[in-house]
């Protein structure tokens, strides 16, 4: 960077031979322990499609260093194999000195976006997306809106006859394929409600976060997360000023907007002692919030309280207790464990529990279940080319004989329909929580017919 | 037609065309800096640029066009390596064999398989052991490192005490050598072929010889049973003196590993700790395994020696998940230090077991006087001592501080009648300490061995041997000179 540049660049905070020139340099704390020892290497499914050590968990971290100590500058070259990280976190498991890669694979996007603000297509669909849509529920509201009407009115067969579907790439076609049906967010349903009681005892309250994919595209699976959490003792409240937990713009480099949403949500759950998410990926986000935080210690404080605060379903059934269903479900189900769940939040065996405990239900072992399917927030949609390699190799591990694959992530739900999908497969794609309330639901159905417990 | 590659050396793009698999090389800084070192960061230098071929015939094709241009190259794979095996000291082209990762054939009625040499070793007994099998060298990066790299080290591991290191585990091998012909050696894994015993002069040439296409391995059946010990002891002594009374009772375990104070500080910071009490001097976990009849006696047996020996508490693991537990702690130690120092380095003594209380309080003496920390992980059943110093390569002097008090307790372990490198290798790293157990002639002697083979040093110079001492390399430069 030339003199000039520096002068006309008034956010350069540092006169040291560090290459990162905005502000957040990537925390020195956080590479400091990794030595190199390369154990981390085959836990990458980057690493695993490519053979390539710059596309590896120890290669990103050199990297990122070697910005630092002035041997690279935060150049194209050097954004390829940081965006091309998934930010599984599968590293982050197998690493012995629990160097936290994701965040520091965050950190160095946002001095890359800052660096290289997107500009032109992929600009715009940012602005779009992330900073226009996402924020917005009331936008998402009608964009979910607008998809129902689509899928009902007959559209979406018409268009699927068209020739629209041959100029989009192909991965769009893909997911159009597979998208849910729609039906109305659950903050809609209950926005008149403050609390939604416990349908029996109340034995404690709980705020739940709904999520903007979740609400939209899944807000079944919110009715369901609702039901399973009242018919267990909790009363259940939606804050009103929730919002987008800000995973994807962090993920994507956009570390102000992210910084945003996690203030207008540490403030809108304020009150509450529990927060309950559905999803893997917001759930990661909400409890990494104090991160965005390292220059505002005031907010950081906020942060690591609000953080404490929450929880996934799974964990938080498993923790407080809850009904075993008594009917039969007769399924044969496999669970994959989303990323953001068993690697970024270290839950792993609760769901897999909830699951187990119902009765009729026969699990079925997928190997490398905590491997990446590829979804990774909007990964697969910005590196498609990977995504499906990845989701290749998750697909050859899905056991041929199971009628479900169970998760607890909304963007896995939707890759992994689109590896059902492409592969000739013939699996259901589930939300763990979703299979309690069914069985939940047989119960109820049972008991009105009068059918005896058991 | 091969797209024309954005760079000025000529050589990438004629290196380039000899390659079919996609982003077959890398020749731009921003990828090479991932290469600049394996295991052993103390020394970096960036490669030309790495290939990354598909089969034998690319890499024998990039060999030959190395060796018709004088270009400088290796092999390297996983890179886990703790040497510097597979650092690029001379602008090295990189062969990167992590795409040959097939398991080529398994044949488990005459006990072996068939493995490119980027396969990763847990992988190996991972798919066989459905089966029953396993492939014994369990090297602590076997998580991630390649069978290639383990031949190339001629990798040890925790369980080596009762099995052999890999050497002992190599049938055959396809070398590429350093003029890019092809051999075969080994007949198919029929043991004591006539002649000399190739196999085990590449296996652990750290890639000096000739680079490894296709490994043929034993492979074992599944002990019968296994059981695993875990014995802590308030003064190191104790424990080693427990070590050679386990070994004098006949009992062979598969495994005896001890670690010391500060390793368990390590260790139980990091990512898989056990619990270990933060007061004791020393712990060691013990394996033993093999047909069921017997292993509650061997256990018996150990678990008495150690009373006798002071021992403050010891346990059997009571579920293959505690099992697991205790060994992930300690398989994963070297990483852990990274939890409690910015950097390490690692050494690889090899001492005669009963020295070990005499050899632990000279590696004290050495830290006080460097003043940087050193860890001690022990294989101890084969005296095989991994001292492990702590330092901080920001810090000005202390990299050269690391490096003296390393080589101070290779010359410790030298002295005690043991040798400087157990299962890493020499590399770079020990480069100079070859010297604390060979004379000139016998270094000469070698490096003419490694003559016959790689008669331009262009495949992995400036490892394993002192250069001084290649007699035969300065006698051949001056005649150049004077003719």
Redesign the interface.
């Known amino acids: 960077m030339s003199l000039k540049e520096m002068i006309k660049d008034p956010t350069c905070t540092t006169k040291s031979l560090t290459n990162y020139k905005w502000k957040e340099h990537p925390d020195e704390e956080k590479w ?12 990458c499914p980057t690493y695993e499609i ?5 596309h ?1 968990p ?2 990103r971290v ?2 990122i260093k ?1 910005v630092a100590e002035g ?2 500058e935060v ?1 194209e ?2 954004m ?2 940081v965006f091309t990280c998934l930010d599984c976190r599968a590293c982050e498991t ?6 936290q890669v994701g965040g520091l694979i965050e950190e160095a996007r946002g001095q890359i976006r800052q660096a290289m603000p997107l500009s032109g297509w992929k600009g715009m669909v940012s602005k779009v997306f992330l900073e226009g849509l996402f924020p917005y529920h009331n936008r998402l509201n009608k964009l979910g809106s607008l998809l129902g009407i689509y899928q009902k009115s007959g559209m979406q067969k018409a268009v699927r006859k068209t020739g629209l579907m041959k100029v989009m790439p192909q991965h769009l076609v893909d997911m159009e394929a597979v998208m849910p049906k729609v039906n109305p967010p659950a903050r809609k349903k209950y926005k008149n409600q403050e609390v939604i009681k416990a349908k029996n005892e109340s034995k404690q309250e709980v705020a739940f976060l709904t999520g903007c994919i979740m609400d939209v595209m899944f807000s079944d699976i919110n009715e369901s997360t609702i039901n399973v959490l009242t018919r267990n003792g909790s009363d259940v409240t939606i804050p009103k000023n929730q919002t987008c937990c800000g995973a994807l713009h962090v993920h994507a480099g956009n570390r102000e907007t992210g910084r945003k949403l996690a203030k207008q949500n540490i403030e809108a759950f304020k009150d509450a002692d529990t927060v309950v998410v559905n999803s893997a990926g917001c759930g990661c986000m909400l409890q990494d919030y104090p991160e965005l935080f390292r220059e505002e210690p005031e907010w950081q404080e906020k942060a690591e309280q609000f953080s404490k605060k929450v929880q996934d379903i799974s964990k938080y059934l498993y923790d407080t207790g809850y009904e075993t269903p008594s009917t039969p479900l007769n399924k044969r189900i496999t669970y994959h464990d989303a990323c953001h769940l068993a690697h970024g939040q270290n839950v792993r065996e609760e769901p897999r529990d909830l699951l187990i405990n119902i009765p009729g239900v026969e699990m079925v072992h997928m190997p490398n279940a905590d491997r990446c399917c590829g979804s990774a927030g909007i990964y697969n949609i910005t590196n498609p080319e990977m995504a499906g390699a990845v989701l290749e190799s998750k697909m050859e591990n899905v056991p041929e004989d199971v009628e479900m694959i169970s998760m607890g992530n909304p963007g896995c739900m939707l890759q992994m329909a689109m590896g059902v999908e492409k592969y000739g497969r013939n699996q259901k794609i589930v939300h763990t929580v979703q299979v309690l309330d069914w069985a939940y639901k047989q119960d109820d159905e049972q008991k009105e017919r009068g059918v005896p417990d058991g | 037609m091969v797209k024309k590659l954005k760079t000025n050396d000529k050589h990438i793009n004629k290196l380039a065309r000899l390659l079919t698999g996609p982003n077959a090389i890398l020749y731009h800084k921003e990828d090479l800096l991932a290469y600049d070192c394996d295991g052993f960061t103390i020394h970096k230098h960036l490669p030309r640029a790495v290939v990354f071929p598909k089969n034998t015939e690319e890499v024998a094709k990039i060999v030959q066009y190395c060796a018709k241009h004088q270009l400088p190259f290796l092999a390297r794979g996983a890179g886990t390596g703790l040497s510097g095996g597979a650092t690029p000291l001379n602008n090295e082209v990189i062969i990167s064999l992590v795409r040959m990762k097939k398991l080529i054939s398994l044949d488990v009625e005459n006990r072996r398989a068939v493995v490119e040499p980027g396969y990763i070793n847990l992988k190996l007994t991972n798919s066989i052991s459905d089966k029953g099998y396993y492939y014994a060298p369990d090297p602590s990066s076997q998580y991630a490192c390649t069978i290639g790299g383990n031949v190339a080290e001629n990798a040890g591991g925790a369980h080596c005490l009762k099995y052999g290191v890999t050497t002992n585990h190599i049938l055959g091998l396809e070398v590429v050598l350093p003029n890019g012909e092809i051999i075969h050696l080994g007949n198919d894994g029929i043991p004591d072929t006539p002649g000399y015993d190739l196999i085990g002069l590449i296996t652990g040439s750290e890639g000096t010889l000739g680079i490894v296409t296709k490994i043929t391995v034993r492979i074992l059946k599944n002990p019968e049973e296994k059981q695993t010990v875990l014995a802590y002891f308030d003064d190191v002594e104790d424990g080693s003196r427990a070590v050679s009374d386990i070994i004098s009772t006949g009992i062979v375990p598969a495994a005896m590993e001890m670690m010391d104070k500060t390793a368990i500080e390590a260790v139980e910071a990091a990512a898989f700790p056990v619990g270990h009490p933060k007061d004791i001097e020393a712990v060691l976990l013990i394996e033993v395994d093999g047909i069921s009849a017997g292993i509650e006696e061997q256990i018996t047996d150990i678990l008495n020696v150690c009373t006798s020996r002071n021992v403050r508490e010891v346990k059997v693991a009571e579920s293959e998940q505690e099992r697991a537990r205790w060994w992930a702690n300690r398989k994963t130690g070297f990483g852990a230090m990274g939890a409690i120092s910015p950097d390490y380095l690692v050494q690889d003594g090899v001492i005669p077991r009963s020295r070990l209380p005499e050899v632990l309080s000279r590696i004290n003496q050495i830290s006080e006087e460097s003043g940087l920390r050193i860890a001690n992980i022990f294989h101890a059943g084969d005296g095989n001592l991994h001292p492990l110093v702590l330092f901080d390569a920001n810090k000005p002097g202390d990299t050269e501080k690391a490096l003296e008090a390393g080589s101070a307790c290779l010359k410790v372990c030298a002295d005690v009648g043991g040798t400087i490198t157990g299962e890493h290798g020499v590399g770079i790293e020990k480069i100079e300490e070859m010297r604390f157990v060979f004379s000139d002639s016998e270094i000469n002697a070698q490096t003419e061995v490694r003559e016959v083979f790689n008669p331009d040093n262009l495949l992995n110079a400036g490892k394993l041997f002192p250069s001084p001492g290649r007699c035969g390399e300065v006698k051949k430069a001056m005649k150049a000179v004077i003719s």
Request: aromatic fraction near 2%.
């Open positions: 400091a322990d990794c030595v190199h020892c390369g154990l981390c290497l085959e836990a490519t053979g390539q050590e710059q590896s120890r290669g050199h990297l070697s041997k690279l150049n070259r050097f390829d194999p197998a690493c012995p000195a629990d160097v």
